[in-house]
T-cell receptor, first 111, second 115 residues
Framework: SQKIEQNSEALNIQEGKTATLTCNYT??????LQWYRQDPGRGPVFLLL?????KEKRKERLKVTFDTTLKQSLFHITASQPADSATYLC??????????FGKGTMLLVSP | EPEVTQTPSHQVTQMGQEVILRCVPI?????FYWYRQILGQKVEFLVS????????KSEIFDDQFSVERPDGSNFTLKIRSTKLEDSAMYFC?????????????FGPGTRLTVL
């Protein structure tokens, strides 16, 4: 079955720096991959999707890359702010768009 | 802005009891999902529902679980005889047809505690 690994440790960075989160997967390459944000006690919120034929996708301060050779996606937040502090989930899509999530990486942005 | 709602926000039940978790998806959405998240663990897929039937389910979704869309708005998850290990946050999600990014909209979740 598909296995997804994200940085297991929390990532602490200073406000204004770029945060880079990693998502690695095994087995098949999905048609596309999504990134979600989850705040404590809340449901995931969709951020970005990247397709297997796309190398990079941007949305405001967010950037996602997808390397199907390395079986890896990188998620970047530029000019990070304390409000960006949350857990970020990588999710692979299969079947009727069912999502297989990674465990997530907690990001802490200090002022 | 339309959103997915879930009730109750917190449900406490005794082991062996039946529980029904309720969700109201976004009104023009056609695909519906249930996920669960055990405390400190990842979000896990349970079941997807489209055109009034289950389209996919995971190994977790055994005979103790069922889903229903009893009317045009509600989407429910029933656990017939709860076990301690069913304690988790349960999220409902919905998706519209033809959304460019196939994003799923998640509800705020129901925290189920089985004693």
């Amino acid at each position: 079955s598909q296995k997804i690994e994200q940085n297991s440790e929390a990532l602490n960075i200073q406000e204004g720096k770029t945060a880079t989160l990693t998502c690695n997967y095994t087995n098949y390459s999905p048609a596309y991959l999504q990134w979600y944000r989850q705040d404590p006690g809340r449901g995931p919120v969709f951020l970005l999707l990247i397709r297997e034929n796309e190398k990079e996708k941007r949305k405001e301060r967010l950037k996602v890359t997808f390397d199907t050779t390395l079986k890896q996606s990188l998620f970047h937040i530029t000019a990070s702010q304390p409000a960006d502090s949350a857990t970020y989930l990588c999710a692979l899509v299969k079947g009727y768009s069912t999502l297989t999530f990674g465990k997530g990486t907690m990001l802490l942005v200090s002022p | 802005e339309p959103e997915v709602t879930q009730t109750p926000s917190h449900q406490v039940t005794q082991m062996g009891q039946e529980v029904i978790l309720r969700c109201v998806p976004i009104s023009n959405h056609l695909y519906f999902y249930w996920y669960r998240q055990i405390l400190g663990q990842k979000v896990e897929f349970l079941v997807s529902f489209y055109n009034n039937e289950i389209s996919e389910k995971s190994e977790i979704f055994d005979d103790q679980f069922s889903v229903e869309r009893p009317d045009g708005s509600n989407f429910t998850l029933k656990i017939r005889s709860t076990k301690l290990e069913d304690s988790a946050m349960y999220f409902c999600a919905s998706r519209g047809r033809g959304q460019a990014d196939n994003e799923q909209f998640f509800g705020p979740g129901t925290r189920l505690t089985v004693l």
